[in-house]
């Protein structure tokens, strides 16, 4: 089947800490990978994406790396920070004009 | 300018009554969706359109009834609201399946 499992929240974590948020996803083929992340009161915002096996997304000290071995694309940052408390969100193409598959969802709590 | 533009960003209405939201992109996609995020934050897809055209209907009550007038437009009324329906609606757009642009969120309450 065509699924994206992410770890369930809340996940709390005081400044500066390490974050891991895992994924997996399950797909026929090699789709492109995404991660969104949604701020309080917003819509959802493409945080990173990698389009093939190897290749690693960055944006704003988030990386996730395409792992075909593992099926998986878990999101690190290094150092977190009170501004990245959000809900985010793992995702995979899917074939034809059909929309992307969303995992459902992490919610990250930084506290200072 | 904003891509996937969705009015109103705040809808509190009674139940039974008759309601519509609307979204535009400027983007120049072909595809277009709306997702209904419930307090936990799960999304769901509802209902996706393909140059005008729908593409999926997510098993979605027929009080539902998105309407696309052209590409760049899809709108989604809804008859005889019910409490179940409060949620946050997302509209989204995308190129053939990649990146989705997703508009502010309509969030609608039922009283």
């Known amino acids: 089947g065509n699924s994206v499992t992410q770890m369930e929240g809340p996940v709390t974590l005081s400044e500066e800490a390490f974050l891991t948020i895992n994924c997996t996803y399950t797909?026929?083929?090699?789709?492109?990978l995404f991660w969104y992340v949604q701020y309080p009161g917003e819509g959802l915002q493409l945080l990173l994406k990698?389009?093939?096996?190897?290749d690693k997304g960055s944006n704003k000290g988030f990386e996730a790396t395409y792992r075909k071995e593992t099926t998986s694309f878990h999101l690190e940052k290094g150092s977190v920070q009170v501004s990245d408390s959000a809900v985010y969100f793992c995702?995979?193409?899917?074939?034809?004009?059909?929309?992307?598959?969303f995992g459902k969802g992490t919610r990250l709590s930084v506290i200072a | 300018d904003t891509a996937v533009s969705q009015t109103p960003k705040y809808l509190v209405t009674q139940m039974g009554n008759d309601k519509s939201i609307k979204c535009e992109q400027n983007?120049?996609?072909?595809?277009m969706y709306w997702y209904k995020q419930d307090s936990k934050k799960f999304l769901k897809i509802m209902f996706s359109?393909?140059?005008?055209?729908?593409?999926i209907n997510e098993t979605v009550p027929n009080r539902f009834s998105p309407k696309s007038p052209d590409k760049a437009h899809l709108n989604l009324h809804i008859n005889s609201l019910e409490l179940g329906d409060s949620a946050v609606y997302f509209c989204?757009?995308?190129?053939?399946?990649?990146?989705?642009?997703f508009g502010q969120g309509t969030r609608l309450t039922v009283v």
């Open positions: 995702a995979r193409e899917n074939s034809g004009n059909t929309p992307l598959v």
């Open positions: 359109y393909n140059n005008k055209e729908l593409i």
């Open positions: 989204a757009s995308s190129q053939d399946s990649g990146e989705a642009f």
């Open positions: 797909a026929t083929g090699y789709p492109s």
């Open positions: 990698a389009t093939k096996a190897d």
């Open positions: 983007l120049g996609h072909d595809t």
